[in-house]
């Protein structure tokens, strides 16, 4: 199984530019997770899908973020207009079931300038 | 609602001594517990995990944890640390359905 894949691993970029961060979850799993981790908030979580419709994205910073699930394979996160305080690192998670752990994907670490 | 608290932000053990981490949640509904651990520049690792069952819980790396319900608390424990548990360990409460609700983390320095 090759886990959760995320990419890019690595970004940077200038404040005001469009930012597209994707990810793949494991195949079979029906719940996929968005969270930011920062020095100085810690692991947030932004927004879940579930059977790729969103259920709660109350942890969405502001308009600037946006995220879609077309498929059960696929998912991104946008940021548009980035600016330097999105800076942190970006993870993906998948789920089986309800009571099941989540498996995280190894991180897109974000770089506003 | 479901909250995490953990007790240090940073915790210190020389190498061969008991690993202690603590973690203390608020739920309304019986809670699913997750610790998770974070190595430099990587991702979450599942631990181990409470769901039902059982109150004392082996994971890997010879770490278990014991949720006590009475104290609503999900410590984490290994009898022996060695360098390779230096790493960033995360308690983690949900309900069935939810999401996951993390505390702020705890970072082990493993001393030799």
């Known amino acids: 199984d090759a886990g959760v894949i995320q990419s890019p691993r690595h970004e940077v970029t200038e404040m005001g530019q469009e930012v597209t961060l994707r990810c793949k979850p494991i195949?079979?799993?029906?719940?996929l997770f968005w969270y930011r981790q920062t020095m100085m908030r810690g692991l947030e979580l932004l927004i879940y899908f579930n059977n790729n419709v969103p259920i709660d994205d109350s942890g969405m910073p502001e308009d600037r973020f946006s995220a879609k699930m077309p498929n059960a394979s696929f998912s991104t996160l946008k940021i548009q207009p980035s600016e330097p305080r999105d800076s942190a690192v970006y993870f993906c998670?998948?789920?089986?079931?309800?009571?099941?752990?989540?498996?995280f994907g190894p991180g897109t670490r974000l770089t506003v300038t | 609602a479901q909250s995490v608290t953990q007790l240090g932000s940073h915790v210190s053990v020389s190498e061969g001594a008991l690993v202690l981490l603590r973690c203390n949640y608020s739920s309304s509904v019986p809670p699913y517990l997750f610790w998770y651990v974070q190595y430099p520049n990587q991702g979450l690792q599942l631990l181990l995990k409470?769901?039902?069952?059982?109150?004392l819980v082996k994971g890997i790396n010879g770490f278990e944890a014991e949720f006590k319900k009475s104290e609503t608390s999900f410590h984490l424990t290994k009898p022996s640390a060695h360098m390779s548990d230096a790493a960033e360990y995360f308690c983690a409460v949900s309900t069935a359905g939810n999401k996951l609700t993390f505390g702020g983390g705890t970072r082990v320095l493993v001393k030799p």
């Open positions: 409470y769901t039902t069952g059982a109150t």
């Open positions: 998670a998948s789920r089986l079931g309800s009571s099941d752990e989540q498996y």
């Open positions: 195949s079979g799993h029906n719940s």
